[in-house]
């Protein structure tokens, strides 16, 4: 009987980032993972919440390239996972306000 060779692809690596900005820091963090890694692993692999402990990187909202994925979204080789923020004003709301603060000046 042949013996069978054990099957290496389960341990595939995949060369990924993960990223994360404040207003003043932006942090990229590289790292090689497991094939079947998914985007909140990865988030938990790249340490960020050690070095932000004021965010919450365990409900925050995740991406790849801009576009939002669920937590158990499986990463590809160059993947760049997105921690995002909350919003704390929509983007009409903050137009509105600007509106509102440059016609108050303009008439005044």
Known sequence: MKKQKENTVDNRQINIEVAFATPTTQKVVCLD????????QAVVLSGLADLF?????TSAT????????PDDHILAEQDRVE???P????PTDARRKRAKATQKRNSG
Request: net charge positive; proline share 4%; glycine share 8%.
């Open 83 to 85: 921690i995002y923020k």
């Open 87 to 90: 919003l704390y004003q929509s």
């Open 62 to 69: 995740i991406g790849i390239f801009g576009k939002t994925v």
């Open 33 to 40: 993972v497991i094939e079947k890694t998914t985007a909140r």
């Open 53 to 57: 402990p004021e965010y919450d990187f």
